[in-house]
Every structure is written in C-alpha cells, then in structure tokens.
T-cell receptor, first 114, second 111 residues
C-alpha cells in the first residue's frame, strides 16, 4: 500500500458528461501528479501541483482541469467526456515535487465512457 | 527532448532463469532514469532510480540496472526470476519538469 488513495475505483458515465476524480496524497507529501494510462497512448503526465499551486503541465486537454486544496488533496475534473477519454487515471504524490523525487502511486480510477 | 524506448513489448522467461528488460534513452543532458513496475490491477511502484551517482543501481526485489552513457542504455536485470515478478515494467526518463514513460514491457514467467 503506497499511502495514496483515489476515489472512486471505477466510474462509468456517458459521453458529454462531467466527472470528478479525487486523490489524497501520502501523509507529508506536498506534491500531487495526475496521469492518464490508455492502451493507445500509454502513460501520459497530465498535471502537477505543489502545495496548492500548479507546478507543471503536460498533455492535459482543455476539457480537463485540476486543483489541489489546502488540505493537499486533489481533484481532477473531466468535462464534455468523449469515448476516447476512457482510461485509467492515476494520482501520485511526492515529498517536494522535484522531478527526481520518488513518486508514490495510488491504485487508480478506471473511467469508462459509453 | 528526452525520450525512452523499451526494446521488447513482451519478455518470457522460465522461473529461476535470469531476466533482462532492455531500455534505451535519448537525452540532451545527463538524465535521471527510473524503472517502475505495475502488477495486474495495481498501481505503479518504483523499483529503482539513477540520479547521477553510482552507475550500477540496486532496487527492490533483487532487481538492478546499469546506466551506460556510451550506449544510452539502462537495462533492468534480475539473476533469478520468480513467479511474483510477472508484471509490466516501465522505463522512465526525467525531462525538465516531468517524467517521460516508455511503452512498457510485459514480463511473463513460465513455471
């Protein structure tokens, strides 16, 4: 168990809908990362937050947004969902947010868009 | 830009025999390199990382990797495979601000 929790575990929704994925980092970790894992694109970095502020942005679509709250948990919001958004979404956390820090991954949220 | 190539999508070995998972990277400067493992229906776990210290890096569960700058390689090895090693393995290189992930190698262990 990495200490990173993600809810929900599974999510099934329809095209055009909006969903929110939640992540709680390990105790003491200040940085949160979001990743998308799909069969055709592999693992892709979406966005990173450090202590409530956006630190880095990867291949995140404009329909997607995230935030990190004062208690350090993070939410990833996905809107106007398309079939191609079906994927496993991982959250990871690290102590200080440096690119060389060990990232601890949650179990993921499997999103299915019908 | 940094990139990473895992040379095999699948590797099959018998239990008790050596494991070799191959990874080549491309980088304009001396990178940090990682191997992560993903067991079925589980999250990802760091096996080991290289951050410009010793070129031979030892990780968890008996795995190790050697950074070879001249060959731009960071291959993962284990002397003796165990059934519990069956998983997908990802080679990762650091960019300025993010990790760049390889496509993964699925390790299959035959009894």
């Amino acid at each position: 168990d990495s200490g990173v929790t993600q809810t929900p575990k599974h999510l099934i929704t329809a095209t055009g809908q909006r969903v929110t994925l939640r992540c709680s980092p390990r105790s003491g970790d200040l940085s949160v990362y979001w990743y998308q894992q799909s069969l055709d694109q592999g693992l892709q970095f979406l966005i990173q937050y450090y202590n409530g502020e956006e630190r880095a942005k990867g291949n995140i679509l404009e329909r997607f947004s995230a935030q990190q709250f004062p208690d350090l948990h993070s939410e990833l919001n996905l809107s106007s969902l398309e079939l191609g958004d079906s994927a496993l979404y991982f959250c990871a956390s690290s102590v200080a947010g440096r690119v060389t820090d060990t990232q601890y991954f949650g179990p993921g949220t499997r999103l299915t868009v019908l | 830009a940094q990139s990473v190539t895992q040379l095999d999508s699948h590797v099959s070995v018998s239990e008790g025999t050596p494991v070799l998972l191959r990874c080549n990277y491309s980088s304009s400067y001396s990178p940090s390199l990682f191997w992560y493992v993903q067991h079925p229906n589980k999250g990802l776990q760091l096996l080991l990382k290289y951050t410009s210290a010793a070129t031979l890096v030892k990780g968890i569960n008996g795995f190790e990797a050697e950074f070879k700058k001249s060959e731009t390689s960071f291959h993962l090895t284990k002397p003796s495979a165990h059934m519990s090693d069956a998983a997908e393995y990802f080679c990762v290189v650091s960019d300025d601000y993010q990790l760049i992930w390889g496509a993964g190698t699925k390790l299959i262990i035959k009894p």
